[in-house]
């Protein structure tokens, strides 16, 4: 038993030195050099890439402000998780059961996040024609599979 929660006690530490290493804050918005800063991607205007009409516009702004209203205090409770893991982890005598506890209630917030943003996206191609939702499944391949 003592054997398991060692190996359990040097996993999460592992888990939370590499947090630790992640930056904290907000990610750079779309600037100079695009999303995640300099050599980013740059931004894609979907109105031109897809060809989307008038009113598939007004659709897709409807869907994205939604989702920002959805999303943003999700946010600011991540930021809020993640600020309370990191008071945990610099503690004098860190509780590994609180860090894990705390860990998977960011992950959980993660999820949420993740959901919102796969159901925005599957209304947002519900909207398209053929040509337009295969430009859109490469894009949202690109973007899934770039380096963040």
Do not use: C
Not at 69 to 81: G, H, M, V
């Amino acid at each position: 038993m003592k054997r398991i929660t060692v190996t359990i006690a040097i996993i999460l530490s592992i888990a939370v030195a590499a947090l630790a290493q992640q930056p904290r804050g907000p990610r750079p918005q779309n600037g100079p050099g695009g999303p995640g800063g300099p050599g980013g991607p740059p931004p894609v205007d979907l109105v031109k890439f897809l060809g989307l009409t008038a009113d598939q516009k007004t659709q897709f702004d409807a869907l994205h402000d939604a989702l920002r209203t959805q999303i943003d205090p999700l946010f600011e409770q991540k930021k809020a998780a993640d600020d309370q893991l990191h008071s945990l982890m610099e503690s004098a005598n860190p509780d590994p059961t609180a860090l894990g506890k705390q860990m998977l209630a960011i992950h959980a917030i993660d999820e949420q996040i993740k959901a919102a943003h796969e159901t925005t996206e599957a209304k947002m191609a519900a909207l398209l024609n053929a040509d337009q939702k295969v430009k859109f499944q490469i894009l949202n391949e690109l973007r899934h599979s770039a380096p963040r």
